[in-house]
């Protein structure tokens, strides 16, 4: 998918992360996708907002405008550079997601569960409709997919995963 981006991202600067209006139970899903709404499940994680920059430079901050007091394991951040083809890049993603780490009892550590995309290839792509940044997330995982087609056990419905500790929020219509 090819976005035409409408602004430059060249420099590390804090972005708010797009987030939804109001929260639905799973049991109201079906109700509002019958109304054309995308629904999509939220984990309860700490909102994380994460830069992915040249030379391998790492940004982890929060929805408060805050730095992350968790370090992503290097692994995580290697598989999530390869994910968004931000390997060796000169350029910028940032991605909103989910840490689950410490407000889960008893769930999963280390897990980021990816809802957007909001710069890619230091374009950003806060302009466009969530749909279409969606999509582009879904071609990433689709392309990481075929580069390592092992399988990996998807957490639950509704969640893709790319690692196990990588996930993608799937949406559903």
């Given at each position: 998918?090819?976005?035409?981006?409408?602004?430059?991202?060249t420099d590390w600067r804090y972005l708010w992360p797009p987030r939804p209006t109001s929260a639905i139970t799973p049991a109201m899903?079906?109700?509002?996708?019958?109304?054309?709404?995308?629904?999509?499940?939220?984990?309860?994680?700490?909102?994380?907002?994460?830069?992915?920059?040249?030379?391998?430079?790492?940004?982890?901050?929060?929805?408060?405008?805050?730095?992350?007091?968790?370090?992503?394991?290097?692994?995580?951040?290697?598989?999530?550079?390869?994910?968004?083809?931000?390997?060796?890049?000169?350029?910028?993603?940032?991605?909103?997601?989910?840490?689950?780490?410490?407000?889960?009892?008893?769930?999963?550590?280390?897990?980021?569960?990816?809802?957007?995309?909001?710069?890619?290839?230091?374009?950003?792509?806060?302009?466009?409709?969530?749909?279409?940044?969606?999509?582009?997330?879904?071609?990433?995982?689709?392309?990481?997919?075929?580069?390592?087609?092992?399988?990996?056990?998807?957490?639950?419905?509704?969640?893709?995963?790319?690692?196990?500790?990588?996930?993608?929020?799937?949406?559903?219509?």
């Open positions: 998918m090819l976005l035409t981006a409408k602004e430059r991202f899903f079906g109700f509002f996708q019958n109304r054309g709404f995308i629904t999509q499940y939220k984990l309860n994680g700490t909102c994380a907002v994460i830069g992915l920059g040249p030379e391998n430079r790492l940004e982890l901050w929060n929805r408060h405008q805050e730095t992350l007091r968790w370090h992503m394991p290097a692994e995580m951040h290697v598989d999530l550079r390869r994910l968004m083809a931000a390997v060796d890049s000169p350029y910028w993603t940032v991605i909103v997601a989910e840490l689950l780490h410490t407000k889960l009892s008893g769930g999963p550590k280390n897990t980021i569960y990816i809802h957007d995309v909001v710069v890619f290839a230091s374009e950003s792509l806060t302009g466009y409709a969530y749909k279409a940044r969606h999509a582009l997330l879904m071609e990433s995982f689709a392309a990481w997919k075929t580069a390592r087609p092992e399988p990996v056990k998807e957490p639950g419905f509704g969640i893709l995963a790319v690692t196990p500790t990588i996930w993608i929020a799937e949406n559903m219509t």
